[in-house]
C-alpha cells in the first residue's frame, strides 16, 4: 500500500488467527505532526481501517488494529497493524485444510 512494501509480515507467535505488518517508516505518518496532549493517536489507525476494510470485502472479517512499537536502533518507533481474524474465517480455513487431505 502506498507504493511500496511493508517491512515485516509476521503471524503472532501465541495465536493462530493474529498477523502483524509492520513499516518502519509509514508514509501517512510523516505528513502528521501529533500534539503532545495527542500522544496516544495511532496516525496508522487510518490505515488499520483500511486493511479492515479491504479485508472484510474479500470476505475475511478481522479486528484491525495499529499500534507503535519502539525500536531500539531507531529514534522513530515501528508502526504495526495486527490483524486477528474472526473465528469464521478459521473454521472456512480448516474445512479447507481437511478437504485438501481428503
Do not use: C, W
Not at 493462530?16 to 505528513?31: H, K
Not at 531507531?74 to 473454521?91: A, G, R
Amino acid at each position: 500500500m502506498f507504493g511500496k512494501t511493508a517491512d515485516d509480515l509476521q503471524q503472532a507467535n501465541a495465536a493462530d488467527d493474529e498477523y502483524m505488518i509492520s513499516d518502519n517508516d509509514l508514509l501517512l505518518g510523516r505528513f502528521i505532526s501529533i500534539p503532545k496532549s495527542y500522544s496516544s493517536f495511532v496516525p496508522g489507525s487510518l490505515v488499520a481501517g483500511i486493511v479492515r476494510g479491504m479485508l472484510d470485502s474479500a470476505g475475511f472479517p478481522a479486528r484491525v488494529s495499529a499500534h507503535f512499537v519502539e525500536q531500539p536502533s531507531s529514534s522513530k518507533p515501528t508502526t504495526t497493524i495486527l490483524i486477528k481474524f474472526d473465528e469464521s474465517v478459521m473454521q472456512r480455513q480448516a474445512a479447507l485444510d481437511a478437504a485438501k487431505r481428503g
